[in-house]
T-cell receptor, first 115, second 111 residues
Framework: AQSVTQPDIHITVSEGASLELRCNYSYGATPYLFWYVQSPGQGLQLLLKYFSGDTLVQGIKGFEAEFKRSQSSFNLRKPSVHWSDAAEYFCAVGAMNTGFQKLVFGTGTRLLVSP | AAGVIQSPRHLIKEKRETATLKCYPIPRHDTVYWYQQGPGQDPQFLISFYEKMQSDKGSIPDRFSAQQFSDYHSELNMSSLELGDSALYFC??????????FGPGTRLTVL
């Protein structure tokens, strides 16, 4: 079965410092991979996605992620974190079944930004 | 750009009552998904519809049912509510198997 692991439950980063959030997936075929961000009590906003092609994908708000098939990873990065980036970040894999796709999420990483 | 609309945004019900959540997908999107996110949990897939037919089913209780209508909006009906049904319910829409865009969610509280 498909699964996503986000090993870090909480991460604290100083404002202006770089960020890397880890994501490992388990999926038998070529995965569709996503990063979503959720502010408290809010919906899920898509940051970026990987379907195929270039393994380094750019997203909104200055985020990027790199797909590494050999490591089954899709880590999210940002060179300089802003206080407004504090939120919960979810990695997800699109699991195809009956020709349609459901998202399987990781447990999320809560990002705290210190002054 | 138009987004996914969910109503109501907040709902409070008593145990054993019934609730109906509504979802209006992004225009021209033909696929709707429902997810449940418990407190401090990740979203869990419940059910999806493509062109008004159920396309996939996850861990949705038998007390829940859903459908997609001719205008592509969807409703999630929940009966015999239990305390454990308290959660944030998300609807997402997509154009067939393309990227899913999420609505703001409906927060259901069962007392």
């Amino acid at each position: 079965a498909q699964s996503v692991t986000q090993p870090d439950i909480h991460i604290t980063v100083s404002e202006g410092a770089s960020l890397e959030l880890r994501c490992n997936y388990s999926y038998g075929a070529t995965p569709y991979l996503f990063w979503y961000v959720q502010s408290p009590g809010q919906g899920l906003q898509l940051l970026l996605k990987y379907f195929s092609g270039d393994t380094l994908v750019q997203g909104i708000k200055g985020f990027e992620a790199e797909f590494k098939r050999s490591q089954s990873s899709f880590n999210l990065r940002k060179p300089s974190v802003h206080w407004s980036d504090a939120a919960e970040y979810f990695c997800a894999v699109g699991a195809m079944n009956t020709g349609f796709q459901k998202l399987v999420f990781g447990t999320g990483t809560r990002l705290l930004v210190s002054p | 750009a138009a987004g996914v609309i969910q109503s109501p945004r907040h709902l409070i019900k008593e145990k054993r009552e019934t609730a109906t959540l509504k979802c209006y997908p992004i225009p021209r999107h033909d696929t709707v998904y429902w997810y449940q996110q418990g407190p401090g949990q990740d979203p869990q897939f419940l059910i999806s519809f493509y062109e008004k037919m159920q396309s996939d089913k996850g861990s949705i209780p038998d007390r829940f049912s859903a459908q997609q209508f001719s205008d592509y909006h969807s409703e999630l009906n929940m009966s015999s509510l239990e305390l454990g049904d308290s959660a944030l319910y998300f609807c997402a829409s997509s154009l067939t198997t393309d990227t899913q865009y999420f609505g703001p969610g409906t927060r259901l509280t069962v007392l």
